[in-house]
């Protein structure tokens, strides 16, 4: 396939589907986006952790860039060509660091136009202790949790209409005359669907992940008590979706209870479901009860950061867009424009994202050697600013140091 301004390299092979499966080669061409703001310099560093850890594995990665953002604005004139989306559609896969939306453009976000552009509904982020990073909570060692959130309805729907709007008073009219609600006239509405198809597509992934990786449990996260039809739904449909299609591999909280007295057989994994609101303060006060948590966008998006934050912060958050087979692997954290080429932000994020990246490929040997050397770095005290400033003793490094200590672990491992 030809690409007006994607270079293609020359040596490498395309990652593809099969049978809906990734086929992946021991030398795979991978797409990246070195994003907006940080990005210039934590997706090198990025780069460099991840090319180690594969070649000490006995692969290569040959990388090409594809632009989105200001790069692809500076290249194409546009924030989000159509040629970067045909690239990653091609190769199957993409490393993106984050993005900026700038104001006025049309789009609401670029890392929502994307997901929703290449159908990456489950955005997966696992949550888990790195030894050595200051943390909140007295045992943040008890975070082990994988957030698997919906991309691609709910508020991400982005359907809304400004108060005062023709739209507004065309949607209150109807809520009102027609429904017998009760919508003030100076009211923004929004309507945020959640859909039996993609709530089940999730949660066939959450529990499908969960299987797979030997977790104990997938917990359904809604808002059920209140808005019956949508979350209460997710809840409904997530359970019919475990009985119809994993019957022989789960069972329902209640099930855990009535027929083995609460104690989990070792082939079994428990579905259950909890209230957003409790869910929050359930992850500080029962952290270990939760290994896989599936939820609507809104829910998976404040529940995923509050996780976040007991183990260090969005600097250290890895995540991923993933669809049936394709993904396109971003951390969580934002571009955060004025630390931008200044070489001292935490890589930590944008590197521990690459190894879901590989593990998605089930490069697993590969994965945890980066896992490793990162934890060891860090538990060397050789760390970036943000993480110093919070401890004793330790050596203040760069961005692009930081991720040179790790690869040198990995080479040494």
Known sequence: MEFERVEIPEEGERVVEEDGELVVPEEPIIPYITGDGIGQDVTPAARTVLDAAAEETGREIHWTEVYAGERAEAEYGELLPDESLEAIRYFNVALKGPLTTPVGTGFRSLNVA????????????????????????????????VC??????????????????????????FLN?????????????????????????????????????DRESVTLVHKGNIMKFTEGAFRDWGYELAEEEFPEETITEDELWEEYDGERPSDKVVIKDRIADNMLQQLLTRTDEYGVLAMPNLNGDYLSDAAAGQVGGL???????????????????????????????????????GRIMFEHFGWFDAAEL????????IQDRTVTYDIDRQIEGGERVSTSRFAELVAEKIRSA
């Open 148 to 173: 698997f959130r919906e991309a691609t309805e709910d508020v991400y729907s982005g359907i809304e209409w400004e108060a005062g709007s023709e739209g507004a008073a065309k949607v209150r009219e």
């Open 177 to 213: 005359e027609e429904m017998g609600e009760d919508v003030p006239a100076d009211a923004g509405i929004g309507v945020k669907p959640i859909s039996e198809f993609k709530t089940k597509r999730l949660v066939r992934k959450a529990i499908k992940y969960a299987v797979e990786r």
């Open 114 to 145: 994307i997901r929703k552009e290449l159908d990456l509904y489950a955005n997966i982020r696992p949550v888990y202790y790195l030894d050595g990073v200051p943390s909140p909570v007295n045992s943040p060692e008890d975070m082990d949790m």
């Open 315 to 353: 600097g250290i958050a890895p995540g991923s867009n993933i669809g049936d087979v394709r993904g396109v692997f971003e951390p969580v954290h934002g571009s955060a424009p004025k630390y931008a080429g200044q070489d001292k932000v935490n890589p930590t994020a944008m590197i521990l994202t």
């Open 370 to 377: 980066v896992k490793d050397a990162v934890e060891e770095t």
